[in-house]
């Protein structure tokens, strides 16, 4: 899931949070209702992890899934964000 379009260090990269078929505790669904446009396969359930972040060059993105909804794509922002700073550790 791509995170951010604004430039980058590098031009032409984003930023992006994995999508997965994994159900990790810390792990998001992404439900029906968080795409705007396009969407999961059916009878398939996907996850964002917002601990699983990286870049991809603009060349390296060879299809859309669809778009997310602006306030899914903010919490997985504010978890990574989280994450990051370290606000998370010893939660568990």
């Given at each position: 899931?791509?995170?951010?379009?604004?430039?980058?260090?590098?031009?032409?990269?984003?930023?992006?949070?994995?999508?997965?078929?994994?159900?990790?505790?810390?792990?998001?669904?992404?439900?029906?209702?968080?795409?705007?446009?396009?969407?999961?396969?059916?009878?398939?359930?996907?996850?964002?992890?917002?601990?699983?972040?990286?870049?991809?060059?603009?060349?390296?993105?060879?299809?859309?899934?669809?778009?997310l909804?602006?306030?899914?794509?903010?919490?997985?922002?504010?978890?990574?964000?989280?994450?990051?700073d370290?606000?998370?550790?010893?939660?568990d």
């Amino acid at each position: 899931m791509i995170l951010s379009v604004e430039p980058l260090p590098f031009p032409g990269e984003f930023l992006c949070a994995a999508l997965t078929t994994s159900e990790l505790p810390v792990n998001h669904a992404v439900e029906d209702d968080h795409w705007v446009e396009g969407g999961q396969p059916p009878d398939e359930e996907s996850y964002c992890s917002p601990w699983l972040l990286g870049t991809l060059k603009s060349g390296q993105i060879q299809f859309t899934q669809g778009s997310l909804t602006t306030e899914f794509v903010d919490r997985i922002t504010d978890d990574a964000l989280d994450y990051l700073d370290g606000s998370r550790r010893g939660r568990d």
